[in-house]
């Protein structure tokens, strides 16, 4: 039921900065929104419908440099649309699980992963307070409130740690943190003028330390 929904109210399209893959996209967040909470249950708001700058960002810079995660485990964290899990998938990961809290997320990603041929396993639920054994963790744009950046944060610096490879896209949200963080590659990525205000971020994929 969730991937009929994905696919009557979205269009499958190229993504923007990442035109290799394609995703079933929408073009207004608002209404979309409004449809996800017919059912009469609240509902997040639909993160999984745009391909959101660190996301792309992160999947142009793995399709890049396939050799960060080709034959590897990874884990694309918070994968809204599963934009970045295919990218990985694409650049010759293996095993790819896409993470997400909400369904619709991970339908949408079920959806786009089919869409350009790829595997992706899906694993719904919050993993922060647990140790993920992949041998690389992708995240774009999870810092985009101080909530969510205090969990994750801790949670992606654990991983670095233990010697994962850890990738975040990030266009400057409020809560990125100031310190480790080495900078890989930074882009000019083009968004919906009506998510981010501006037609381009400048976006950042960062490595982050253990400390």
């Not at 929904?5 to 979205?10: G, K, L, P, V």
């Not at 509902?43 to 440099?65: E, I, T």
């Not at 339908?107 to 993920?132: C, R």
Request: glycine share 6%; proline share 8%.
């Amino acid at each position: 039921m969730l991937l009929e929904f994905i696919r009557a109210n979205t269009a499958l399209a190229p993504v923007p900065f990442v035109p290799e893959i394609s995703l079933f996209q929408a073009a207004e967040p608002i209404e979309l929104w409004e449809k996800t909470e017919e059912s009469g249950a609240e509902q997040p708001p639909p993160f999984w419908a745009f391909a959101w700058a660190g996301g792309q960002a992160l999947a142009r810079h793995v399709l890049d440099h396939p050799d960060l995660v080709a034959a590897r485990s990874v884990l694309d964290l918070a994968t809204g649309s599963g934009l970045v899990a295919v990218a990985a998938a694409v650049a010759g990961a293996t095993p790819v699980t896409a993470n997400d809290i909400d369904p619709y997320s991970l339908a949408a990603a079920s959806a786009n992963a089919i869409a350009n041929n790829v595997e992706v396993a899906l694993f719904e639920g919050d993993v922060l307070d647990t140790t993920p054994d992949a041998a690389v963790i992708l995240a774009g744009d999870v810092f985009y409130s101080r909530e969510m950046a205090a969990r994750v944060l801790p949670f992606l610096r654990r991983a670095a740690g233990r010697g994962c490879l850890v990738l975040v896209g990030d266009p400057g949200r409020a809560y990125l943190p100031s310190e480790g963080l080495i900078k890989r590659a930074s882009y000019d990525v083009p968004v919906i003028e009506s998510l981010e205000s501006v037609p381009l971020r400048h976006t950042t994929v960062w490595q982050v330390n253990a400390r």
